[in-house]
């Protein structure tokens, strides 16, 4: 089974708000990450975990804070957003940092 | 960081026809794949291929690290092979992903 599951699928939130996006695969993959993706654009590496450490911060603002619970769970808290933060939020896992990614369905966000 | 060309931007094809895709990238990779991204936002893996060739139905990948391209063949396309598919490299830094811009592909029945 490849499968990284992302809740939820659609996300509206004001700019005073505070939400989290959810990430999980049990595929007892050691490396998990954050993407960032607007329309028409590729994707755009926001972090990386391994082994439940943070091991890439792609110089993302402080109101988006990643969090690691276990192998299994990345979350990504958001705070204070604005208008142009608006995207789809992509997790994905592998292996190890060297290894094939496997993506989630992504969180649409969008921040009014 | 590794800079990443994907060529062409869009392709318009007529079903059944052969198309490919290139990926150009500007320093050696750890980690190379290629991604069909859906209608719907989902990143469909295809390939896994750092180096050499890799066959899955009617499409097959070839990557040649020495040269720093690789290549997706996709033969007899159908309407169901549309959508926006994408190159994504890693070098020495592992896990930190560089995406191209991607290949809009139509294919017209």
């Known amino acids: 089974d490849t499968e990284v599951t992302q809740t939820p699928k659609h996300l509206v939130m004001g700019m005073t708000n505070k939400k989290s996006l959810k990430c999980e695969q049990h595929?007892?993959?050691?490396?998990m990450y954050w993407y960032k993706q607007k329309a028409k654009k590729p994707p755009e590496l926001m972090f990386v975990?391994?082994?439940?450490?943070?091991?890439i911060n792609e110089s993302v603002p402080s109101r988006f804070s990643p969090e690691c619970p276990n192998s299994s769970l990345l979350n990504l808290h958001l705070h204070a957003l604005q208008p142009e933060d608006s995207a789809l939020y992509l997790c994905?896992?592998?292996?190890?940092?060297?290894?094939?990614?496997?993506f989630g369905p992504g969180t649409r966000l969008t921040v009014t | 960081g590794i800079q990443v060309e994907q060529s062409p931007p869009d392709l318009i094809l007529q079903e059944g026809a052969n198309s490919t895709l290139r990926c150009n990238f500007s320093?050696?990779?750890?980690?190379l794949q290629w991604f069909h991204q859906n209608p719907w936002g989902q990143l469909i893996n295809l390939f896994y291929i750092p180096s050499g060739t890799k066959q899955n139905g009617r499409l097959s990948a070839t990557t040649v690290a020495t040269e720093r391209y690789s290549l997706l063949y996709i033969s007899s396309s159908q309407t169901t092979d549309s959508g926006v598919y994408f190159c994504a490299v890693a070098g020495t830094n592992a896990g930190k992903s560089t995406f191209g811009d991607g290949t809009t592909l139509t294919v017209k029945p």
């Open positions: 994905a896992s592998s292996w190890d940092r060297s290894y094939e990614q496997y």
């Open positions: 975990y391994s082994y439940e450490k943070l091991s």
């Open positions: 595929m007892g993959h050691r490396a």
């Open positions: 320093d050696s990779v750890n980690n």
